[in-house]
């Protein structure tokens, strides 16, 4: 029986005045008293397609497709905050993406319809680009959140370069998750 793992592909963040700036924020998200579960700073990353678990024999096929769509590097600015599925219902808040976003959909929607024919199925929430900073456990103090967020909607964290696609493992421990590079693909 073939080992599974849970993965996903990512562009991480390589830039340590970007983490930190991440890092500050987060820390003023947990000063509004919400209940929050933050996303450790080095773990933080544009996440391009979370696979689920897969086989690991799959991973040089999903590498062969990642070669196949990204090409060239470039920059992402990040900049603000916001939450989904929206401020008063805040599930989860994330860094906002400006410069980049469209490179990145672009690799999204070439990437999607070849994982689809490798057998995975097709994204059903689509692809919003962002980063994932922290997850709202509950609705304590959300109006305190919601204010801390709306006042950051400019925030400006840096500009990181998106020069290296990752499949990325995963595992889940009660300390939080731990990401492994499994493959990569350099633009260039």
């Given at each position: 029986?073939?080992?599974?793992?849970?993965?996903?592909?990512?562009?991480?963040?390589?830039?340590?005045?970007?983490v930190?700036?991440?890092?500050?924020?987060?820390?003023?998200?947990?000063?509004t008293?919400?209940?929050?579960?933050?996303?450790?700073?080095?773990?933080?990353?544009v996440?391009?397609?979370?696979?689920?678990?897969?086989?690991?024999?799959?991973?040089?096929?999903?590498?062969?497709?990642?070669?196949?769509?990204?090409?060239?590097?470039?920059?992402i600015?990040?900049?603000?905050?916001?939450?989904?599925?929206?401020?008063?219902?805040?599930?989860v808040?994330?860094?906002?993406?400006?410069?980049?976003?469209?490179?990145?959909?672009?690799?999204?929607?070439?990437?999607?319809?070849?994982?689809?024919?490798?057998?995975?199925?097709?994204?059903?929430?689509?692809f919003?680009?962002?980063?994932?900073?922290?997850?709202?456990?509950?609705?304590?103090h959300?109006?305190?959140?919601?204010?801390?967020?709306?006042?950051?909607?400019?925030?400006e964290?840096?500009?990181?370069?998106?020069?290296?696609?990752?499949?990325?493992?995963?595992v889940?421990?009660p300390?939080?998750?731990?990401?492994?590079?499994?493959?990569?693909?350099?633009?260039?």
């Amino acid at each position: 029986m073939s080992e599974t793992i849970r993965s996903f592909i990512a562009f991480d963040i390589e830039n340590e005045i970007v983490v930190r700036r991440l890092s500050e924020v987060q820390n003023m998200l947990v000063s509004t008293g919400a209940n929050l579960k933050l996303v450790k700073p080095q773990n933080i990353h544009v996440t391009m397609r979370f696979l689920g678990n897969i086989a690991l024999h799959t991973a040089d096929s999903i590498h062969e497709e990642m070669k196949q769509v990204f090409v060239t590097p470039f920059d992402i600015e990040l900049r603000g905050l916001g939450a989904f599925p929206s401020l008063r219902y805040a599930r989860v808040v994330w860094a906002g993406i400006r410069k980049g976003s469209d490179e990145l959909v672009n690799i999204f929607d070439q990437l999607e319809p070849r994982l689809r024919r490798l057998g995975f199925k097709r994204d059903s929430k689509g692809f919003s680009p962002h980063l994932t900073i922290a997850r709202v456990r509950t609705g304590r103090h959300k109006a305190e959140l919601a204010k801390c967020v709306e006042e950051l909607i400019d925030y400006e964290f840096g500009v990181i370069r998106a020069a290296c696609l990752k499949l990325k493992k995963s595992v889940l421990t009660p300390r939080g998750p731990i990401y492994t590079t499994l493959r990569e693909v350099h633009g260039g």
